[in-house]
Nanobody, 114 residues
Framework: QVQLVESGGGLAQAGGSLRLSCAAS????????MGWYRQAPGNQRELVATLTRGSTTNYADSVKGRFTISRDNAKNTVYLQMNTLKPEDTAVYFC????????WGQGTQVTVSS
């Protein structure tokens, strides 16, 4: 069982940066995969980035080269560094963990103005 709490969302200008954090309630070392998803109003929830236990990363084409997922095992925290933000990045961002079961955080709002 894993509880996830996101933070770091807010308002940014187009071209700016934000860093999202996802704090897990226990060690993330053994979790198969952690990641970030987002959902804009009227849209389906979509994958942004994932990071496996073996340190394999996967990114949506729309964020490749701009976003970076990373983790700090000592802090039980996964990060999403978002650079060169675009208005279309505006969404609620959700942290995800998979260890045989799937867990979700409550989400954090990211708004990018032009």
């Amino acid at each position: 069982q894993v509880q996830l709490v996101e933070s770091g969302g807010g308002l940014a200008q187009a071209g700016g940066s934000l860093r999202l954090s996802c704090a897990a309630s226990r060690s993330i070392f053994s979790i198969y995969s952690m990641g970030w998803y987002r959902q804009a109003p009227g849209n389906q929830r979509e994958l942004v980035a994932t990071l496996t236990r073996g340190s394999t990363t996967n990114y949506a084409d729309s964020v490749k080269g701009r976003f970076t997922i990373s983790r700090d095992n000592a802090k039980n925290t996964v990060y999403l560094q978002m650079n060169t933000l675009k208005p279309e990045d505006t969404a609620v961002y959700f942290c995800n963990a998979y260890d045989g079961s799937t867990y979700w955080g409550q989400g954090t709002q990211v708004t990018v103005s032009s």
